[in-house]
Structure formats: structure tokens, C-alpha cells
């Protein structure tokens, strides 16, 4: 669903973007008839890991500028607010439609702070993020028209107006939530290695010296932000339509560190990695939560103990290559 | 009158608490330069432990002033145990690691604290009333207030005094002051600054599990108490400045009272109250209150 | 008489008790090679720092070719034509060398394209042309983490050099090169910005460099100018000896 695109400094070796382009495609289509075979549970757990690996790809890009950001609850319940609403409040059912609405609302949640938490590293970046997601937490507990703490219910969505199939819903939103997810793959490594992609590494290695380049690094973080936003926005809606139901635990701590810990498995190498990762925390998360109930956390926390430790630069180092990218 | 007494009141509680949670997460950052996202873990190991000390203490039929001594035992006890499991377990092996990577180690062990926590003691609530009526009530106007809550108060004080003093007037205190400043420096005059680090770790582990203990009486000891005090012992150490000990008490008496002010003026916004002190102190003065001096960069 | 490129007047700076800048007046015109001297602490870096605008003098003013610069940021007086390296190289160490300078054209630029590819060939021919000009071309694809400290320091001065400055400011540029390599390096640099009429202030510690490179030294010494002029006489003037090269002992003060 997402090119794997080896970047060196061996120009000439890379995959150029056309090569990307038909990369992405092929995944594409190979997922959409795999998916057709696949058991239900299999195809929602991958819809899942869709949906969620798009907020994990958004940390990426701020990754790579060397920030982590702790609070992206904050924009993916902002996508998932906002299309849990339009559905039920103005009938808006269109699946595509209502991840677009959901980007964009993230976009007008973020755009905001963007200014702001550009001006912050480590962990204050960290808190910082931390902190609005809980404050968005918190009003979303309290406001009784948004649902309070039970949150509310999300019908079946539409796509292009036509209804669809009892039988086939679950195909059809993996379908569309790997469609949405292998766009925004695609386009995130397009952005990777751009200029504005070479600039954000500089910037993660040496801020001081672009800015006195002459590179706005401000700008360029919170740009990054906003970007990020986009995709847990896209990210927030689609899950909601999967799950059918939203909750303010969308924007609990806990979930935004469910996010950062796919981000760091995956690595910002390879854009591929983000949704592998996705996918390998779902697995476990179902494995656990089937056999083991109570020790789903565990089996996280050292499994991320394990990646920091002997995979630091996440499973995405595994096959592409490190320099420059 | 009775309604500004309240509020300061309820304040101070409510900022006591906050300093003997935070001033261990602090002196951690100060010293180790990492910040404890297990911190709430090792708050809950001390709930929780104190929850069983002062069960025992009541199945044994002791007098209830014994139970003052078991929440402290409790705590003592979750430090011996957890300090070097952890610090010399798992955390020596990140030291010198980019900052935000260790806060992902230690949110790893928040992770597996909390599971292992449920795995030892259940799902189920405890209840550790006994100490919590040992102390009689204060009656002032209408209000009543639980003498018990005035102990926390009394406790942040002497927590207070006592970290100051270990740092400032003795021998290792100054030492840790040392590496706090610059532990290459500090080692490159001959301190074993491995001892501190763990010295300092389990100090830090000690005040969690002591507020931990000590509030046990006041909640229901069940699972997701760390994840309430995580969260709030950050910003009372992000507004103080990260590694400042009279940083994290007025942090403390802030976002106390700012809380305060919250639950009777305006109950809708209590839960993040706390949350708008901390930007707005971030956006101001990013390093906290109490500010450390950069060295020259370039 | 025509505005001098560089101005500073009156310019001072403290750090607590520690008086980095007092009353520096200086006037560069466009075209000379100006050499900084002066013993570590003597203000020459704090005035660098000054210039490019990351630090703000406690009093005292900057104008470049007439136009007050002392408020600006160091991004901004980047963009008014000022460029300058760095004692320790601040290098972008997990990129490339090639990267490192696409990186310096791009900010230069100004333009960051979301889709526009880093390593498109005009973007790459503007970077080897400065890989060429610094003799940096068998390192293009080493990452500057890999790179011995010579190499470093001509990278650095290399990046600057992307957005064809009118001033540039060199702090140190042979400080942690061995000392066969210093020469080589210098050399390398003042070929490299032979052929363009810049305005170059370097500060150094090598007498042999400056005497070679300079066409004016200015002394410092705690935070004040003790010399300036032609290197020779600078050189021979006695506060210079005692102050600067230790070739006269100090008075105990």
C-alpha cells in the first residue's frame, strides 16, 4: 500500500517518482484482492491498522524534524469528531468526503498551536502536545453535545451515494481506508524527498545552522505540524467509520503514545515501515487481548523496550539504507 | 470570606500533595537529566503497597497509629525493591541517549508496571481507611475539613526541608549537586557518579511511593491512579522548571490554587485547569519558572 | 568617502561580570580581508556573534553598506548578504557532504517546494559547483559524521558561501586542523574566494595566516580594539605583543 523507496546517495539507484507511483499502485491493487480473500477479522484488523498508521506517518514527518510529539489524540479526535458529526448531525455519508472533512478539521484544530509549538524541542515539545491533547480530552468528556464520556454512534457510511452491501461493508471500507492511506503514503514520500523533506532533516541535525542559511526553521516545523494533523485528521475519521462508535479516549494520552510507538518501531526511513508497524502493534494487540487480557501493556512496553534497544532506528533501517534520507 | 478561606485552604491541601509527588520527578530530571513517565507507576506501587502494609496491620490488631508507620514502611519498601530493579535493570543502559528516547523507556515501564501492577493485586479496588480518621476534623465556619488532610500538608513540609537539606548541608547532597550541574565534570573529579545516579533514583522512587502511600487512605487504590498523577506532576515540574526543588513547590501552590479556584468557581474547567497553567507558563518562560544559565553554544 | 560595508559603533556586551564588548567602533570598506586577533576571551567571537545578529548588543549599533542591522535576526542578515562559519563547524552531521550543501542553496533559495525532488540535477550542479570551488569532491557522498576535522571546516565555510555573500565572517577557520593541514585549508579557502571582490573577516590565532592572508588586523583585548591597521605594524605594536602574541610579557594588572 506504500512504495518502499530505498534513498542513497547513489542518485542514480533510487526509484524514480514514476517508479514510485506504479510501486504504490501495485501494492494497492495486491492488498484490495488479498483483502478479498482475507477473513473478516483480518480485513477490519488491517483497516484498522490502516486508519491508525496514517496519524503514525504524520509523527514520522515531524520525527524527522526531530521532534515527538505526544499528543496527536488531539488531531486524530478531531477528525473523528468532526466526521462522527457531519454523519449524524448533517447527514453527510459519504466515506471519502468525511475523511476529507476529517483532515481538514484536524488542520483547523492544529493550525493554531502550530505557531506556538514551533518554537519548542524535546520534551517540552512533548508536554506541550501532551498537555492540549489533554485538554481536548477534558472538554470532550464534559460537553454533553459532543457525547460526554460515552461518546456516540456512527451508522454505516456511504460512498459515491451508493449504499453499501451487508455483506461487503467490512471489504469495502478496508478498500477504501487502504485506498486513502496508500494516497497518503505516496504522498508523504514525495514530501520526504523534497527540498522541504532535505530541509527538515537538516533541521533535526543542526537548527542553528539553517537558520542562519537563511531557512525559516519555524515555518518549516509548523508546517510540519499541520501536515501531520492532515493525516491523523484523514487518520481519526476513517478508524471511526471502521469502529462505528467515538469517544474522547481518542484523545487520551495513552492513545497519542499507542501512535509514537509505531512511529519509533517503524523508523523514518521508509514510509512502508509506518503501516508494517501499524499492523504488527494490532496484531499484538489482538493476541493479547484474546489470550492474555491483562497483559496487553506489557507485552507493549517491552516490545518497545526491545525496539529502542536493538532496532533504534525502527524496522524500517531493516532495508533501506541510512545516508541521506 | 468563608468562600476565599475555602479556596486557600483547599489550595494548600491540594498543593501539598502536588509538591510530594513532584519534587521526586524533579530532583530525577535534575540529577539524571530523564524525565519519569513511570513516576505515577512508582506513586501507584506506594498506594498500593501501603493498601496492603496497613491491611496486614489491621488483620494483626495493632493500634491504628501503627498504620502511619506501615505507609511509611510501604514506601520504603517499594524504593528498596523497584530502585535497583529499575535503574540498574533497565535504565542504565539509555544514559547519555537522546532525553525524549528515555521518556520512551520509561513510558515503557509505565506500561509493564501497570499490568504487573493489576497482576499482583488485582483489578479490584482497595481501601485503606483506617489512618485516613486518626486525625480528627477541623472545624472552621461551615466547613469541615479531615485533620487527615492537614498531615499531607505537614508532610510536604517536612519532604521539603528534608530535600533541601540532604542537598545543600550534607557531603553526598553536595556531590549530587555536582552532578546535577555537569556530571562529566563531576566524574572527572573522581566522583562515582553511578552511585549518584542511583542514589538519587531511588530517592525519587521513594517520594512517589510516599505520596502514594500517603494518599491511599484519601482515593480507592485501583488501576489508572498513575495515569492522574503523571500528567499532573508534569506540569507542576514543566511550570517550576525541570530540576528545580523550589521550582516544584511554587509550581505546586500555582497550579494548587489554580485548581482551587477552578473547583469552586468554575467545576466545568477543574479538569484542565491545570493543563492551561502549564502552556501558558510554556509559552512565557519555556524553561519554567526557575530558569537554569545556558552555557555558550557557539 | 563611501558608506563602509560594515559598521559598528560603540558596540558593548556583558555577561554578568564578564565585559565581552566595550566601546567597539569599527569601519570596514568593501573589498579588504580583515583579520581579528586576540587571545581566547578577548571578544573577537562575541563581536562575530554581534554581527550576525545571535546576540543583541547592550548598546552600540550595526549598519551593513548603510543600513541598521542590529535588531535583525541571524536569518535576516543572512538574507541582507552576510555569511559566516563557525569555530566548531556546525555541520548537518547525519547528511552527506552533497546534502549539506543542497541544504545551504535551498535555504539561500528560500523557496521549499513540498514536491519539488532535493536531488533534482540544477539543485546538484549548484552544489558540486561549491564541492569543486572547496576540493571537496571525493567526500560528496561521505557523511559529515565520517569527515576528519579539515574537511569540516571547509564544508563549513563552503555552505556559507552558497548564497554568494557580499561579507563573510570566518571564525577561526583553521582552529581544530592539524597543523599541516591549516595552510592547505587556507589556501584552499582564499583561492576558492579569489575570484569574488567579498569582504572577508576572519579571526585567527596563527600569526603566519595572518600576515599571508590579511590586508588589515584588528587587535582585541577584553573587549576592546588595542590595534588596528596595516599587519605589520599591528604586529610590531607593543600592546599587541603584550596583550595578543605573548612575545612581551604582561604587567600584572
Keep these: ?325 | 470570606m468563608n468562600a476565599v478561606v475555602t479556596i486557600l485552604i483547599d489550595g494548600l491541601t491540594y498543593a501539598s500533595w502536588l509538591f510530594i509527588v513532584a519534587v521526586g520527578l524533579t530532583l530525577v530530571f535534575g540529577v539524571l537529566k530523564i524525565l519519569n513517565i513511570a513516576h505515577g507507576s512508582f506513586y501507584a506501587l506506594g498506594a498500593y503497597a501501603a493498601a496492603s502494609f496497613v491491611g496486614w496491620t489491621a488483620a494483626l490488631k495493632w493500634a491504628p497509629g501503627f498504620s502511619i508507620v506501615a505507609m511509611l514502611f510501604a514506601a520504603v519498601a517499594v524504593a528498596a525493591i523497584m530502585a535497583p530493579l529499575t535503574e540498574r535493570g533497565l535504565l542504565r543502559f539509555f544514559y547519555g541517549r537522546d532525553e525524549v528516547l528515555l521518556v520512551l523507556v520509561t513510558y515503557a515501564m509505565f506500561l509493564i508496571l501497570e499490568d504487573v501492577t493489576k497482576l499482583v493485586w488485582g483489578a479490584n479496588p482497595y481501601y485503606v481507611s483506617e489512618p485516613y480518621s486518626l486525625f480528627g476534623n477541623l472545624h472552621l465556619g461551615v466547613q469541615t475539613w479531615v485533620g487527615y488532610d492537614f498531615v499531607l500538608v505537614g508532610l510536604a513540609v517536612v519532604v521539603g526541608l528534608a530535600v533541601w537539606w540532604g542537598l545543600n548541608r550534607t557531603r553526598q547532597g553536595k556531590i549530587t549537586l555536582a552532578v546535577i550541574h555537569s556530571a562529566e565534570v563531576a566524574s572527572s573529579m573522581g566522583v562515582n557518579v553511578s552511585r549518584v545516579y542511583m542514589l538519587a533514583f531511588s530517592v525519587g522512587i521513594f517520594l512517589a511511593a510516599l505520596g502514594g502511600a500517603f494518599t491511599a487512605p484519601m482515593i480507592s487504590v485501583q488501576p489508572g491512579v498513575s495515569v492522574g498523577v503523571i500528567v499532573v506532576s508534569f506540569a507542576v515540574v514543566i511550570i517550576g522548571g525541570l530540576g528545580s526543588i523550589e521550582g516544584a513547590a511554587i509550581g505546586a501552590l500555582i497550579v494548587g490554587l489554580a485548581r482551587s479556584l477552578a473547583v469552586h468557581v468554575a467545576p466545568v474547567s477543574e479538569l484542565f485547569s491545570i493543563y492551561i497553567v502549564m502552556a501558558v507558563v510554556l509559552m512565557f518562560r519555556p524553561e519554567g519558572l526557575f530558569q537554569r544559565t545556558q552555557a555558550r553554544k557557539i | 568617502m563611501s558608506t563602509p560595508l560594515l559598521q559598528a559603533t560603540g558596540l558593548a556586551k556583558t555577561f554578568g561580570a564578564v565585559v565581552a564588548a566595550a566601546d567597539l567602533t569599527l569601519a570596514v570598506a568593501a573589498g579588504e580581508r580583515v583579520s581579528l586577533i586576540g587571545s581566547n576571551g578577548a571578544g573577537k567571537t562575541t563581536f562575530v556573534n554581534m554581527i550576525t545578529g545571535y546576540l543583541k548588543p547592550d548598546a552600540g549599533r550595526i549598519d551593513l553598506d548603510g543600513r541598521d542591522i542590529t535588531a535583525l535576526s541571524p536569518r535576516a542578515i543572512t538574507h541582507l548578504g552576510v555569511a559566516r562559519s563557525f569555530q566548531i563547524a556546525q555541520l548537518c552531521g547525519e547528511l552527506t557532504v552533497l546534502d549539506n550543501l543542497l541544504v545551504a542553496v535551498a535555504c539561500h533559495d528560500g523557496r521549499m517546494s513540498f514536491w519539488q525532488p532535493a536531488h533534482r540535477p540544477e539543485a546538484i550542479a549548484r552544489a558540486d559547483a561549491l564541492l569543486e570551488r572547496f576540493r571537496l569532491g571525493e567526500h560528496r557522498r561521505r557523511r559529515v559524521v565520517e569527515l576528519p576535522g579539515g574537511v569540516r571546516k571547509l564544508l563549513d565555510i563552503a555552505m556559507a558561501l552558497a548564497g554568494t555573500p557580499r561579507l563573510l565572517l570566518l571564525d577561526e577557520p583553521t582552529s581544530g586542523v592539524s597543523a599541516e593541514e591549516k595552510f592547505g585549508v587556507m589556501d584552499t579557502v582564499m583561492t576558492a574566494l579569489g575570484h569574488d571582490s567579498m569582504t572577508v573577516l576572519f579571526v585567527e590565532h596563527d600569526m603566519d595566516i595572518v600576515q599571508r592572508y590579511a590586508s588589515r588586523v584588528v587587535a582585541f583585548y577584553a573587549g576592546r580594539i588595542i590595534a588596528d591597521g596595516k599587519p605589520d605594524a599591528v604586529l610590531a605594536d607593543a600592546d599587541v605583543r603584550r596583550y595578543v602574541t605573548g612575545e612581551l610579557v604582561a604587567e600584572a594588572s
Design chain 1, 1 to 325: 500500500m506504500a512504495a518502499v523507496v530505498v534513498e542513497s546517495p547513489k542518485h542514480a539507484a533510487a526509484p524514480s517518482r514514476a517508479g514510485v507511483f506504479a510501486l504504490a499502485f501495485a501494492a494497492f491493487v495486491a492488498l484490495a484482492a488479498a483483502g478479498w480473500l482475507f477473513p473478516r477479522w483480518l480485513t477490519f484488523l488491517l483497516t484498522l491498522a490502516a486508519g491508525n498508521g496514517l496519524v503514525s506517518l504524520g509523527i514520522v514527518g515531524l520525527m524527522r524534524g526531530g521532534v515527538v510529539p505526544f499528543g496527536q489524540g488531539m488531531v486524530f479526535a478531531a477528525g473523528g469528531y468532526t466526521a462522527a458529526l457531519l454523519y449524524n448531525k448533517l447527514g453527510i455519508t459519504d466515506a471519502l468526503g468525511l475523511a476529507l472533512a476529517g483532515g481538514i478539521a484536524a488542520v483547523v484544530v492544529a493550525a493554531p498551536f502550530a505557531p506556538l509549538l514551533s518554537r519548542y524541542r524535546g520534551i517540552f515539545f512533548a508536554m506541550l502536545t501532551l498537555a492540549l491533547s489533554m485538554v481536548t480530552y477534558g472538554l470532550l468528556m464534559k460537553l454533553d453535545a459532543l457525547g460526554g464520556s460515552d461518546g456516540f454512534n456512527v451508522g454505516r457510511p456511504t460512498l459515491f451515494g451508493m449504499k453499501l452491501p451487508d455483506a461487503h461493508v467490512g471489504y469495502v471500507l478496508y478498500v477504501i481506508t487502504v485506498a486513502v492511506a496508500t494516497l497518503a503514503a505516496v504522498a508523504m514520500r514525495v514530501v520526504f524527498s523534497s527540498t522541504r523533506g532535505l530541509l527538515t532533516l537538516a533541521i533535526r541535525d543542526n537548527e542553528l545552522r539553517v537558520e542562519y542559511l537563511g531557512g525559516s526553521v519555524r515555518r518549516a516545523m509548523a508546517v510540519n505540524f499541520v501536515v501531520a494533523a492532515f493525516c491523523a485528521g484523514l487518520g481519526g475519521a476513517l478508524v471511526v467509520l471502521s469502529l462505528g462508535h467515538i469517544e474522547p479516549n481518542f484523545s487520551f494520552w495513552t492513545t497519542s503514545g499507542e501512535f509514537v510507538f509505531v512511529a519509533i518501531l517503524a523508523g523514518w526511513q521508509s514510509v512502508a515501515a509506518v503501516f508494517v508497524a501499524s499492523t504488527v502493534l494490532e496484531v499484538v494487540r489482538s493476541f493479547s487481548s484474546a489470550y492474555f487480557p491483562n497483559t496487553w501493556q506489557l507485552a507493549l512496553g517491552l516490545f518497545l523496550l526491545f525496539v529502542i534497544r536493538f532496532l533504534p532506528r525502527g524496522i524500517g533501517s531493516l532495508w533501506s539504507r541510512r545516508a541521506g534520507s
